[in-house]
DNA sequence: ATATCGATTATCT
DNA sequence: GATAATCGATATG
């Protein structure tokens, strides 16, 4: 039967099973470009793309934080895939993974930026800045820091969250929005394994973080 | 436009 | 006691 020539109003929104996340974080990070944040709070519903991520590969990669073995702190990268892994860093930011592999294989992904799709009144609240043009639209959610303010993210409410379930206040879904073109270069504001190509991005995206395309590989 | 720097604290050595 | 998967402000060309 015959779609609809317009997209309907209400896009609908799919979650992405616990599958998806038992896999290397390589593949689920590419896969997971152009996926869905939701964050449902109260009656609002903050939505945003996934543009930006980057691959953290356990105990064999030094950039991780799994790389010294399984500590409290970072338990969940140890854990069943498809997770919430979020650390604090820098004495001010939260940053947000979700776990890979299967579980006792530690591994994640890092969501580095989104596009925001709706909420955006909500995001700027938290974020703390009024928009007045494209620029303010970037800075709701274009770093990892960033996003998880907008978000209102935190390892005390979050940590440990299933991302598969659409009865959590924060799920990854999937809205059927296809990845076209794909970015790979370094991953950013590492000092160990610095050179492996493990960020993705959505190329020529506008909402990536950080300044132009860093070495594409 | 890019470069450098200070903030601020959980976690680990 | 040192470090850190960042951000925003300030300085400089």
């Not at 896009?11 to 998806?20: H, K, L, Q, W």
Request: aromatic residues 8%.
């Amino acid at each position: 039967m015959p779609r609809p020539r317009k997209s309907p109003a209400k896009t609908e929104i799919r979650p992405v099973d616990r599958a998806f996340y038992e896999r290397s974080p390589q593949r689920v990070a590419r896969e997971l470009l152009g996926k869905v944040l939701v964050r449902k709070t109260g009656r609002r519903l903050l939505t945003g793309r996934v543009v930006e991520v980057e691959a953290y590969l356990g105990e064999a990669d030094p950039a991780a934080h799994s790389a010294a073995g399984r500590t409290e702190r970072n338990a969940v990268l140890f854990g069943p895939p498809g997770y919430a892994y979020i650390y604090f860093i820098y004495g001010n930011h939260y940053c947000l993974n979700v776990s890979c592999e299967p579980e006792g294989h530690a591994g994640g992904v890092l969501f580095r930026a989104l596009e925001p799709l709706s909420g955006i009144e909500e995001m700027a609240k938290a974020r703390g800045v009024t928009i007045g043009g494209e620029k303010d639209l970037i800075k709701l959610t274009s770093g990892p820091g960033r996003l998880c303010e907008a978000f209102c993210i935190t390892r005390a409410r979050d940590n440990g969250r299933d991302l598969t379930s659409p009865g959590e206040s924060l799920w990854i879904g999937d809205d059927g929005y296809e990845a076209r073109s794909v970015v790979v270069t370094a991953r950013i504001g590492i000092t160990k394994a610095a050179s492996h190509p493990l960020r993705y991005l959505l190329a020529g995206n506008r909402f990536v973080s950080g300044r132009k395309n860093i070495l594409p590989i």
